[in-house]
């Protein structure tokens, strides 16, 4: 059975970073692309960032770009996503999802970072930014 189990989330104040884990089980993460959405209230789930199998491409929204940083352990079977100089903005859940497709290059950045590519989704971890 497909498992994605996020953790890590929390309440942080602005200007402070936290690290998401996704860990997996049921299949080999290896063979998988890997990435994070999030969602608010109100808004559609939105692409973070992504890991291709394969190629190891990475890719990230331009709100988080060098500020986000995503990762991935196969021996452990988990994902990571580092995230530092948090903004009240990325106040949301935080969903971790594993697609079979690969990706490489500018070209691929908007599939990757699409829901739709994504067959297997966690049951996210709430990231509050505030003060």
């Known amino acids: 059975q497909v498992q994605l189990v996020e953790s890590g989330g929390g309440l942080v104040q602005p200007g402070g970073s936290l690290r998401l884990s996704c860990a997996t089980s049921?299949?080999?993460?290896?063979?998988?692309?890997i990435a994070w959405f999030r969602q608010s209230p109100g808004k559609e789930r939105e692409g973070v960032s992504c890991?291709?199998?394969?190629?190891?491409?990475?890719y990230y929204a331009d709100s988080v770009k060098g500020r986000f940083t995503i990762s991935r352990d196969n021996a452990k079977n988990t994902v990571y996503l580092q995230m530092n100089s948090l903004k009240p903005e990325d106040t949301a859940v935080y969903y971790c999802?594993?697609?079979?497709?690969?990706?490489?290059?500018?070209?691929?950045?908007?599939?990757?970072?699409?829901?739709?590519?994504?067959?297997?989704w966690g049951q996210g971890t709430q990231v509050t930014v505030s003060s």
């Open positions: 049921g299949f080999y993460l290896g063979y998988y692309s």
């Open positions: 890991h291709s199998s394969g190629t190891g491409s990475t």
């Open positions: 999802a594993a697609g079979v497709n690969e990706y490489s290059g500018y070209a691929d950045q908007r599939r990757a970072l699409h829901a739709l590519e994504y067959e297997h």
